[in-house]
T-cell receptor
Framework: DSGVTQTPKHLITATGQRVTLRCSPR?????VYWYQQSLDQGLQFLIQ???????AKGNILERFSAQQFPDLHSELNLSSLELGDSALYFC???????????FGSGTQLSVL | DAKTTQPPSMDCAEGRAANLPCNHS???????VYWYRQIHSQGPQYIIH???NNETNEMASLIITEDRKSSTLILPHATLRDTAVYYC???????????FGSGTQLTVLP
C-alpha cells in the first residue's frame, strides 16, 4: 500500500460527459502528480501541483483541468469526454525532497 | 531529460538473478537514474535510484557504469511476483515529473 488513495476505482460514462477523479496523497506529501496510461501511449505525465499551486504541465488537454485543495487532496476534471479518453488515470505524490513518486492504484475510466 | 533505451522483454528463472540493462548515453552530470516497476495494471512502484555510485536497498541493486552511459538493475533472487514492466528513467530528480518510456517486460519463469 503506497498510502496514496484514488477514487473511484472504476468509472464508466458516455461521450460528452464530465467526470471528476479524486486523489488523496500520502500524509505530509505536498506534491501531487497526475498521469494517464492508455494502451497506445503508455504512461503520460499530465500535471503536477505543489501545495495548492500548479507546478508543471505535461500533455494535458484543454478539456482536462486539475486542482489541489488546502487539505492537499487533488481532483482531476475531465470534460467533453471522447472515446480516446478511456484510460487508467494515476495519481502520485512525493515528499519534500521529491525523490520518489508514490502511485495510487488508479482509476480506470471507460468512455462508451 | 535524457532518453533511455531498454530491451522490450526478458525472461528469468525463478530464484536466479535478473539483470535488466538500460542505456542512457546522453545523460548529463546532474541527472539521476531511477527504476520503477509496474505489476499488471497497478500503479508504478519505486525501486531504486542513483547518481554515480552503485546503490542497494531491500528490493534491488543498481549498478551505474563509470561513464554513466548505462546502468543495470539487479534483482538478486527473482520470484514470480517480480514479473512486471520495469522502467528505467533519467531525470533531474527533485521537483521534476518523471517521463516513462516503454520499459522492459520481465517474466519470471517457474
Amino acid at each position: 500500500d503506497s498510502g496514496v488513495t484514488q477514487t473511484p476505482k472504476h468509472l464508466i460514462t458516455a461521450t460528452g460527459q464530465r467526470v471528476t477523479l479524486r486523489c488523496s496523497p500520502r500524509s505530509g506529501d505536498l506534491s501531487v502528480y497526475w498521469y494517464q496510461q492508455s494502451l497506445d501511449q503508455g504512461l503520460q505525465f499530465l500535471i503536477q501541483y505543489y501545495n495548492g499551486e500548479e507546478r508543471a504541465k505535461g500533455n494535458i488537454l484543454e478539456r482536462f483541468s486539475a486542482q489541489q485543495f488546502p487539505d492537499l487532496h487533488s481532483e482531476l476534471n475531465l470534460s467533453s469526454l471522447e472515446l480516446g479518453d478511456s484510460a487508467l488515470y494515476f495519481c502520485a505524490s512525493s515528499g519534500r525532497r521529491n525523490e520518489k513518486l508514490f502511485f495510487g492504484s488508479g482509476t480506470q475510466l471507460s468512455v462508451l | 531529460d535524457a532518453k533511455t533505451t531498454q530491451p522490450p522483454s526478458m525472461d528469468c528463472a525463478e530464484g536466479r538473478a535478473a539483470n535488466l540493462p538500460c542505456n542512457h548515453s546522453t545523460i548529463s552530470g546532474n541527472e539521476y537514474v531511477y527504476w520503477y516497476r509496474q505489476i499488471h495494471s497497478q500503479g508504478p512502484q519505486y525501486i531504486i535510484h542513483g547518481l554515480k555510485n552503485n546503490e542497494t536497498n531491500e528490493m534491488a541493486s543498481l549498478i551505474i557504469t563509470e561513464d554513466r552511459k548505462s546502468s543495470t538493475l539487479i534483482l538478486p533472487h527473482a520470484t514470480l511476483r517480480d514479473t512486471a514492466v520495469y522502467y528505467c528513467i533519467v531525470s533531474l530528480g527533485s521537483a521534476r515529473q518523471l517521463t516513462f518510456g516503454s520499459g522492459t517486460q520481465l517474466t519470471v519463469l517457474p
